[in-house]
């Protein structure tokens, strides 16, 4: 079956730490974005990546780095310089971007500071 | 103020009932518009979208825009417990490439 496979679905960093979330899709989609999920503030879009070896800033993507070498992969690294990591990440995917049709989300990684 | 607007709840009815979800936003621009439900600690699934203005029904599910107002709403008629989860609302605009999102509102169907 298509879909997007986030891991690991639980992660704990210590303070200092840098992680990285791990997304990969198998839907030949070419766009590919993180969102991080707050209570209470939805969604908001970390980065995105419209193309192999291209990536833009979204709206919070300070502390945040990515990578995109192949097509179906696009992890995210949450660097100690983000001073916030608490909270529910989700990487997405769309054939297109920008997109008529709407993304297809991962299950999400739940991101807890230790 | 924010791209878009969305009551949080929680909104608890009874099995049976018609439920009204809403979004306001303040971009005129916004033609794209999308329903996602996200079962708790799952990632959102698209329920339905619609372009521009008007009504789209897809079984229990309408969705309805209300450009001139700038007001979107999802109806779900003869709701069941399994629709209990969060539902968000996302749109976005012909130019743009990001979509923007409701913060989402929490419904439980009581059985």
């Known amino acids: 079956d298509g879909g997007i496979t986030q891991s690991p679905k639980y992660l704990f960093r210590k303070e200092g730490q840098n992680v990285t979330l791990s997304c990969e899709q198998n839907?030949?989609?070419?766009?590919m974005y993180w969102y991080r999920q707050d209570p209470g503030q939805g969604l908001r879009l970390i980065y995105y990546?419209?193309?192999?070896?291209?990536?833009q800033k979204g709206d919070i993507a300070e502390g945040y780095s990515v990578s995109r070498e192949k097509k179906e992969s696009f992890p995210l690294t949450v660097t100690s310089a983000q001073k916030n990591p608490t909270a529910f990440y989700l990487c997405?995917?769309?054939?297109?971007?920008?997109?008529?049709?709407?993304?297809?989300f991962g299950s999400g990684t739940r991101l807890t500071v230790v | 103020q924010k791209e878009v607007e969305q009551d949080p709840g929680p909104l608890s009815v009874p099995e049976g009932a018609i439920v009204s979800l809403n979004c306001t936003y303040s971009?005129?621009?916004?033609?794209?518009f999308m329903w996602y439900r996200q079962y708790s600690r799952k990632g959102p699934e698209l329920l339905m979208y619609t372009y521009s203005s008007g009504n789209k029904e897809d079984g229990r599910f309408t969705a309805q825009v209300d450009k001139s107002s700038k007001y979107i709403s999802l109806f779900i008629r003869d709701s069941q417990p399994s629709d209990s989860a969060t539902y968000l609302c996302?749109?976005?605009?012909?130019?743009?490439?990001?979509?923007?999102f409701g913060t989402g509102t929490s419904l439980t169907v009581i059985p």
């Open positions: 990546s419209q193309i192999v070896n291209d990536f």
């Open positions: 997405a995917s769309s054939l297109e971007s920008p997109t008529n049709y709407g993304y297809t």
């Open positions: 839907l030949n989609h070419d766009a």
């Open positions: 996302a749109m976005r605009a012909n130019t743009g490439n990001q979509f923007y």
């Open positions: 971009n005129s621009a916004f033609q794209y």
